[in-house]
């Protein structure tokens, strides 16, 4: 057997136990990394922990540091609180406040499980109260989180940018976050529409109630273990007015985001240097801020891409591409990679896929016929709207959190059959979207 076909094993056999047990896949990914490396490609442990990138580890570190800061301060609740003022109490455009304000933090940098996390309690609290589907707005935070997640400084834009980099293809950050963006967006249209939203556009509610507002935010919070990552992302609320710490976090983000962006600076040392500053100006606040960086996300992506180099140096995304391409055209080559990307995403880490999955196009891409940002782009997006399924961070955190008004059984058959839809469904729509009109 060839290395490349140890390496692949290898690579099923981590996501088969990754999925099947609550271990971190980045652990799981070291270990297959050291295996086939040292036993199958004779290489030393040097080599074998040389393909970790440090820009992409330092930008986890540093933008959920600051992102900790934020939920330590009550700023994602302040965010929260303005948003459905600003809608006027509007009960129809409760479900787009909190699409719009979960894809505004993974855009600013939150890890997608932890924005989850923070708004679908605080959703689905507005869903059991307002008589509003629990299926549609737990969806709407997911596809919300997806909607943001791939921007230029959000942690899948960083990842999928960092290997599309890697591996010398053109940069196409403003391609693959569209593409994800107006992807979820038309999904939460159709939510919105076949799950009654249209029989909420004639209720309001009064946004100066704080107490019940308060109480919906006291909601967010809550948490369930993420498999294989076990990350939780508790938050506390504030008072209702607007401190001036809060105020310095806003100011933060939009630095962050524009000396990044504008200026070309690496984002993990702007967001760790406006997480430190912010730390300083309260130190007592926030000294357990660092705690709550998202360790496990570290591990998984530091493994999972040390990994994805053993895969490289073995040859495997060449055989799997060629073998895809093998099958008659580039574009048919796409469609069955991004099947693959949906399917094991909806059972595995859209985190610990990215690295993998992108470097496997390259032969395709390289086949000619098949624009690169595009093609990433449906890979990306293919391998992320599965989210969704009960059986990834996103879906269960979901459910867990569901509202006294559904039985968890029957909240489960919901989100199962939705997500069955969506991993059956979404990759050919994404595939006709985005690979063919760019064919050729």
């Given at each position: 057997?060839?290395?490349?076909?140890v390496?692949?094993?290898?690579?099923?056999?981590?996501?088969?136990?990754?999925?099947?047990?609550?271990?971190?896949?980045?652990?799981?990914?070291?270990?297959?990394?050291?295996?086939?490396?040292?036993?199958?490609?004779?290489?030393?442990?040097?080599?074998?922990?040389?393909?970790?990138?440090?820009?992409?580890?330092?930008?986890?570190?540093?933008?959920?540091?600051?992102?900790?800061?934020?939920?330590?301060?009550?700023?994602?609740?302040?965010?929260?609180?303005?948003?459905?003022?600003?809608?006027?109490?509007?009960?129809?455009?409760?479900?787009?406040?909190?699409?719009?304000?979960t894809?505004?933090?993974?855009?600013?940098?939150?890890?997608?499980?932890?924005?989850?996390?923070?708004?679908?309690?605080?959703?689905?609290?507005?869903?059991?109260?307002?008589?509003?589907?629990?299926?549609?707005?737990?969806?709407?935070?997911?596809?919300?989180?997806?909607?943001?997640?791939?921007?230029?400084?959000?942690?899948?834009?960083?990842?999928?940018?960092?290997?599309?980099?890697?591996?010398?293809?053109?940069?196409?950050?403003?391609?693959?976050?569209?593409?994800?963006?107006?992807?979820?967006?038309?999904?939460a249209?159709?939510?919105?529409?076949?799950?009654?939203?249209?029989?909420?556009?004639?209720?309001?509610?009064?946004?100066?109630?704080?107490?019940?507002?308060?109480?919906?935010?006291?909601?967010?919070?809550?948490?369930?273990?993420?498999?294989?990552?076990?990350?939780?992302?508790?938050?506390?609320?504030?008072?209702?007015?607007?401190?001036?710490?809060?105020?310095?976090t806003?100011?933060?983000?939009?630095?962050?985001?524009?000396?990044?962006?504008?200026?070309?600076?690496?984002?993990?040392?702007?967001?760790?240097?406006?997480?430190?500053?912010?730390?300083?100006?309260?130190?007592?606040?926030?000294?357990?801020?660092?705690?709550?960086?998202?360790w496990?996300?570290?591990?998984?992506?530091?493994?999972?891409?040390?990994?994805?180099?053993?895969?490289?140096?073995?040859?495997s995304?060449?055989?799997?591409?060629?073998?895809?391409?093998?099958?008659?055209?580039?574009?048919?080559g796409?469609?069955?990679?991004c099947?693959?990307?949906?399917?094991?995403s909806?059972?595995?880490?859209?985190?610990?896929?990215?690295?993998?999955?992108?470097?496997?196009?390259?032969?395709?891409?390289?086949?000619?016929?098949?624009?690169?940002?595009?093609?990433?782009?449906?890979l990306?997006v293919?391998?992320?709207?599965?989210?969704?399924?009960?059986?990834?961070?996103?879906?269960?955190?979901?459910?867990?959190?569901?509202?006294?008004?559904?039985?968890?059984?029957?909240?489960?058959?919901?989100?199962l059959?939705y997500?069955?839809?969506?991993?059956?469904?979404?990759p050919?729509?994404?595939?006709?979207?985005?690979?063919?009109?760019?064919?050729?």
């Amino acid at each position: 057997m060839g290395p490349e076909w140890v390496a692949i094993l290898a690579l099923v056999a981590l996501f088969v136990v990754g999925t099947a047990l609550p271990i971190n896949m980045g652990a799981l990914a070291y270990v297959a990394a050291w295996l086939v490396g040292m036993y199958s490609l004779d290489l030393d442990e040097k080599e074998i922990v040389a393909g970790v990138s440090g820009d992409l580890i330092l930008t986890l570190i540093g933008v959920t540091y600051l992102f900790a800061i934020a939920r330590n301060n009550g700023t994602v609740d302040l965010i929260v609180r303005t948003a459905v003022r600003a809608v006027g109490g509007r009960v129809a455009l409760i479900p787009w406040v909190m699409f719009a304000v979960t894809g505004v933090l993974t855009a600013v940098g939150a890890v997608s499980p932890a924005a989850c996390a923070i708004i679908g309690p605080i959703a689905l609290g507005f869903a059991g109260r307002y008589g509003i589907s629990p299926l549609m707005m737990g969806m709407f935070v997911v596809h919300g989180a997806q909607a943001g997640g791939f921007s230029p400084i959000s942690i899948y834009g960083t990842i999928t940018n960092s290997v599309m980099s890697q591996n010398d293809l053109p940069n196409s950050e403003i391609t693959i976050f569209l593409a994800s963006l107006f992807v979820n967006l038309a999904l939460a249209v159709v939510l919105f529409v076949v799950l009654g939203g249209r029989s909420l556009l004639s209720q309001r509610i009064d946004p100066d109630e704080d107490d019940t507002l308060a109480a919906d935010l006291h909601r967010g919070g809550a948490t369930v273990p993420a498999r294989g990552m076990g990350t939780s992302a508790p938050v506390g609320t504030q008072a209702l007015g607007v401190r001036r710490d809060q105020v310095l976090t806003l100011v933060a983000f939009l630095a962050v985001a524009v000396v990044a962006l504008a200026f070309d600076k690496n984002i993990g040392f702007v967001s760790i240097t406006a997480a430190v500053l912010l730390a300083m100006l309260s130190p007592n606040e926030h000294k357990d801020a660092v705690k709550q960086i998202a360790w496990p996300t570290v591990l998984l992506v530091a493994g999972v891409s040390t990994y994805a180099t053993i895969l490289e140096a073995a040859g495997s995304p060449e055989f799997v591409g060629n073998w895809a391409a093998g099958l008659g055209t580039a574009v048919l080559g796409a469609l069955v990679l991004c099947y693959v990307g949906g399917v094991v995403s909806a059972f595995a880490s859209s985190t610990a896929l990215l690295p993998v999955i992108i470097p496997i196009a390259i032969p395709l891409i390289a086949d000619g016929g098949v624009s690169a940002g595009l093609f990433v782009a449906a890979l990306a997006v293919s391998s992320t709207i599965v989210d969704v399924s009960p059986f990834s961070t996103n879906g269960a955190l979901m459910l867990a959190n569901r509202p006294d008004s559904i039985e968890e059984q029957v909240y489960y058959k919901q989100i199962l059959t939705y997500s069955v839809i969506v991993v059956l469904v979404g990759p050919l729509l994404v595939w006709a979207a985005l690979v063919l009109p760019g064919w050729g």
